[in-house]
């Protein structure tokens, strides 16, 4: 089955530190989704990546599609204590249906 | 607010009871999809309907685990004999149909099972 690395699993920074992040997979996805998770709410979108090799930015955000389809990354610049919360990547396959999850890494940002 | 919705937001049950939640879509989006999510796990996906069809199921959605799009526009998920295992937040998306299917999320209705 598909296995889907993200890390780090937590981050703990001062504000106006930059932060990175990213996902490994063992498979070749489509598309590439980064979301954010605050506690008891639903994830909400950041940044969509459909192209591999392509690189988007969403105000501070960054998030690059690998080139090889199995990887991408994401970048906070500057953050700030309401970047906390849960940041998932969750790319998707063949399929129009479901996406897959990574673990999540949780960042914690202090002032 | 043209969100995705989700009715009950939280839910407490007896362990063997059946329960029911609901999903109200984007408006105009054909897309729906289920997730289920445990503590300190990313969602894992549940199903999808296109419009009334229920194209994809997990192998979690066991023989307790029913779910309805009957008009193509809202959706209910229903566990029957729940069981403690079942609690998790339960999360519903949409997205339109295209190569761009981006999917947007609800805020989750919270079951817990005494």
């Known amino acids: 089955g598909q296995q889907l690395n993200q890390s780090p699993q937590s981050m703990f920074i001062q504000e106006g530190e930059d932060v990175s992040m990213n996902c490994t997979s063992s498979?070749?996805?489509?598309?590439w989704l980064w979301y954010k998770q605050d506690p008891g709410e639903g994830p909400v979108l950041l940044i969509a990546?459909?192209?591999?090799?392509e690189l988007t930015s969403n105000g501070r955000l960054t998030a690059q599609f690998g080139i090889t389809r199995k990887d991408s990354f994401l970048n906070i610049s500057a953050s700030i204590p309401s970047d906390v919360g849960i940041y998932f990547c969750?790319?998707?396959?063949?399929?129009?249906?479901?996406?897959?999850f990574g673990q999540g890494t949780i960042l914690t940002v202090h002032p | 607010d043209t969100g995705v919705s989700q009715d009950p937001r939280h839910k407490i049950t007896k362990r063997g009871q059946n329960v029911t939640f609901r999903c109200d879509p984007i408006?105009?989006?054909?897309?729906l999809y289920w997730y289920r999510q445990t503590l300190g796990q990313g969602p894992e996906f549940l199903t999808y309907f296109q419009n009334e069809a229920q194209l994809e199921k997990s192998r979690l959605l066991s023989d307790r685990f029913s779910a309805e799009r009957p008009k193509g526009s809202f959706s209910t998920l229903e566990i029957q004999r729940t069981e403690q295992g079942d609690s998790a937040m339960y999360l519903c998306a949409s997205s339109p149909v295209g190569y761009t299917d981006t999917q947007y999320f609800g805020p989750g209705t919270r079951l817990t099972v005494l």
């Open positions: 969750a790319p998707r396959g063949t399929s129009y249906g479901k996406l897959t």
């Open positions: 408006s105009e989006h054909n897309r």
């Open positions: 498979s070749i996805f489509n598309t």
């Open positions: 990546l459909y192209k591999a090799g």
